[in-house]
């Protein structure tokens, strides 16, 4: 079927026509124009930002203040919708998803049909938690370090499946982990039923940074001796180093790697991506109809295996399109600011950060201060104050910083580009002052 009889069924489908959109069109070629920052300048970096001056933010990984280039590609696309929907949704509906991922792609490795795109970590990690294709007596072994989503999407899919579910600790004290420790730990609690094992990056609980590549190798030595059928898949929590870190996602060795491009990245808020091997992809279904090729598939215009795997598993329906669509313009701002130069920036700013901590009486840090073993996140606890009351107190004194989620909970500073030497100093001094 020809692309343009595909967008006359569709369009009938759902109730629109083709228009004339030369001025759409010519709007939305405006999205090439975003201003270029330098390599690692980071002060001009801060003036692409709306973020109030009135506080030092040390939580933006939280929820990400939009950049002026993804700003502008947001308004852009929305004035556009405004103006016509039903034209400039079908003028780009479909190919755009394709210009995402390669975006995407580009920045994180591997290839544009391996990327399927979401709406945040949570979405992607129940996608594809929930697509697993698991049997009755397979067993799914995630960490006690997960967050509360990796948890219930794994318990959902377990309740749905008859698969039972284990959580094993990786370190017995955050600040002293070891790669040795983290590979023994989780070697030892992998059994002859383990199908599937998940793990966090960067656990938001403690700042620890798990070492991917050497769980993947000892995860690989154990493949090498079963059949493919038993062939342990492994999943990745990756929001809180993705961002952050210089690697391609493409040569950690994980099957999937699942992360939201609303924090680190400063994407788009409600944006997010599924990175997945062919073989994570080959063992997993989709949960939610596609919006993509696959609907030609459904026409008779295709087969489907020819659609990109990708495409098949980014959820269809109507989204907030305006968003989504101006994501390239993250990943391009991170690549215009240099990857390795990213990474080495916020490294330098948590280590002055934890420095300083542990040079401070009444401070236990929880987060390993070697850069190998962590990232972004710097947890600790200050003279026996509720963390709350730490972050309570911090923004009264014109710091917003975080308390940890968990059950068990700790303060939380987290440097970012936006955040410069001085204000380090600032809030480690109020700290001191509480």
């Not at 990984?61 to 947001?74: E, G, Q, R």
């Not at 950690?252 to 944006?271: E, M, N, Q, Y």
């Not at 962590?374 to 910083?401: E, N, R, T, W």
Request: with cysteine; glycine share 6%.
């Amino acid at each position: 079927m020809k692309r343009r009889d595909f967008l006359t069924q569709t369009s009938l489908l759902l109730g629109s026509s083709l228009l004339p959109v030369s001025t759409l069109l010519q709007a939305s070629s405006e999205l090439s124009a975003a201003p270029t920052i330098k390599t690692a300048d980071w002060p001009a970096l801060r003036q692409q930002f709306a973020l109030t001056h009135d506080y030092i933010h040390l939580a933006t990984f939280l929820l990400a203040s939009h950049p002026k280039p993804v700003a502008d590609a947001i308004a852009r696309h929305r004035r556009a919708f405004d103006a016509n929907p039903a034209d400039y949704w079908h003028e780009h509906f479909m190919t755009i998803d394709q210009q995402i991922a390669q975006a995407a792609a580009d920045y994180m490795g591997g290839e544009a049909w391996q990327i399927a795109l979401t709406d945040s970590t949570t979405m992607g990690s129940a996608l594809v938690y929930s697509g697993l294709k698991l049997r009755p007596a397979d067993e799914i072994l995630q960490t006690v370090h997960d967050h509360y989503s990796t948890d219930l999407s794994l318990q959902l899919r377990a309740d749905r499946t008859g698969a039972k579910v284990r959580q094993v600790s990786l370190y017995d004290n955050p600040a002293l982990v070891s790669v040795d420790e983290v590979v023994t730990k989780l070697k030892a609690a992998i059994t002859a039923k383990t199908k599937v094992v998940v793990v966090t990056w960067v656990h938001s609980s403690t700042g620890v940074k798990l070492p991917l590549r050497a769980i993947a190798d000892m995860l690989g030595e154990l493949n090498q001796r079963r059949s493919e059928p038993d062939q342990i898949i492994f999943c990745v929590d990756g929001v809180h180093g993705f961002g952050i870190e210089n690697v391609d996602v493409s040569t950690l060795g994980c099957d999937f790697f699942i992360a939201g491009t609303h924090k680190w990245i400063f994407g788009p808020r409600g944006t997010g991506v599924i990175w997945g091997s062919q073989r994570g992809w080959d063992n997993c279904h989709a949960v939610i109809p596609s919006f993509s090729r696959s609907y030609d598939v459904w026409l008779g215009g295709s087969t489907q295996d020819q659609v990109p795997i990708g495409e098949h598993m980014t959820p269809g329906g109507f989204h907030s399109f305006e968003h989504r669509w101006a994501l390239p313009e993250a990943f391009k701002l991170h690549l215009q600011l240099g990857k390795a130069q990213v990474q080495a920036r916020i490294h330098q700013l948590n280590s002055q950060t934890k420095q300083g901590l542990a040079n401070m009486a009444g401070v236990k840090l929880y987060t390993p201060m070697a850069a190998e073993l962590s990232s972004g996140l710097v947890c600790f606890d200050y003279k026996q104050m509720p963390p709350d009351d730490v972050v309570k107190a911090m923004h009264k004194k014109g710091i917003i910083m975080s308390a940890t989620p968990y059950r068990q909970s700790y303060a939380r500073f987290a440097p970012s580009l936006i955040n410069n030497e001085q204000e380090i100093e600032r809030a480690l001094a109020a700290l001191q002052a509480l």
